[in-house]
Nanobody
Framework: QVQLVESGGGLVQAGGSLRLSCAAS????????VGWYRQVAGNQREWVAR????????DYADSVKGRFVISRDNAKNTVYLQMNNLEPADTAVYYC?????????WGQGTQVTVSS
């Protein structure tokens, strides 16, 4: 059974940093694309960043480019989202997602709140 678990969210002041983790079981994240998304209540879920399998690269939404970094630790089967210079507009529930056998697998989300 595939399971993704996010952690690392919290309350931080504007300009601060957080590192989110997405730990997986039942699947090897090293051979799959993994994405981070975020959602504000009442809004659609928004794509934030993705990392390809192995060394196939990273990509970011314009709103976070230059501030967020996605990375992976294959030994820990975990993907990270380092978030720097956070802004109140970054406040949301953050989710990680991967696709396995044609099916989307999401974590339960972790809340990030940035105060001004």
């Amino acid at each position: 059974q595939v399971q993704l678990v996010e952690s690392g969210g919290g309350l931080v002041q504007a300009g601060g940093s957080l590192r989110l983790s997405c730990a997986a079981s039942g699947i090897s994240l090293s051979i799959n694309h993994v994405g981070w998304y975020r959602q504000v209540a009442g809004n659609q879920r928004e794509w934030v960043a993705r990392i390809g399998p192995g060394g196939s690269g990273t990509d970011y939404a314009d709103s976070v480019k230059g501030r967020f970094v996605i990375s992976r630790d294959n030994a820990k089967n975990t993907v990270y989202l380092q978030m720097n210079n956070l802004e109140p507009a970054d406040t949301a529930v953050y989710y990680c997602k991967t696709v396995y056998w044609g099916r989307d697998h999401w974590g339960q989300g972790t809340q990030v709140t940035v105060s001004s």
